[in-house]
Nanobody, 124 residues
Framework: QVHVVESGGGLVQPGGSLRLSCTAS????????MGWYRQAPGKERELVAT???????NYADSVKGRFTISAHHAGNTIFLQMYSLKLDDTANYYC??????????????????WGQGTLVTVSS
């Protein structure tokens, strides 16, 4: 099995910053993409930022210039550095990992796994 664990959420004032971390562990063969998604109350889950194994990044327009995604690929860990946080950034932030995992000793299957989420609250 493969697990993803997020950390770093919390309460921050508008204009403040936070850094989220996410680590995938378990029977991983390879990770091709990892990313951050968020879901605010009453809204659908949306993409925040993704990073591929070769370092290519993608950001939602709403966070460009404020958030930076980075990775420590050897450790299957990604980070989301968030600056200039706004009230609208309040949400549960979920980590997603995609790739391949060992479903059996000699068998590799596609992997997509989500973390439990970490809550980011931006409030004065």
């Amino acid at each position: 099995q493969v697990h993803v664990v997020e950390s770093g959420g919390g309460l921050v004032q508008p204009g403040g910053s936070l850094r989220l971390s996410c680590t995938a562990s378990g029977s991983i063969f390879s990770i091709n993409f990892m990313g951050w998604y968020r879901q605010a109350p009453g809204k659908e889950r949306e993409l925040v930022a993704t990073i591929s194994s070769d370092g290519a990044t993608n950001y939602a327009d709403s966070v460009k210039g404020r958030f930076t995604i980075s990775a420590h690929h050897a450790g299957n860990t990604i980070f989301l550095q968030m600056y200039s946080l706004k009230l609208d950034d309040t949400a549960n932030y979920y980590c997603n990992a995609r790739g391949l995992y060992y479903s059996d000793i000699d068998k590799v299957d596609p992997l997509e796994v989500w973390g439990q989420g970490t809550l980011v609250t931006v409030s004065s």
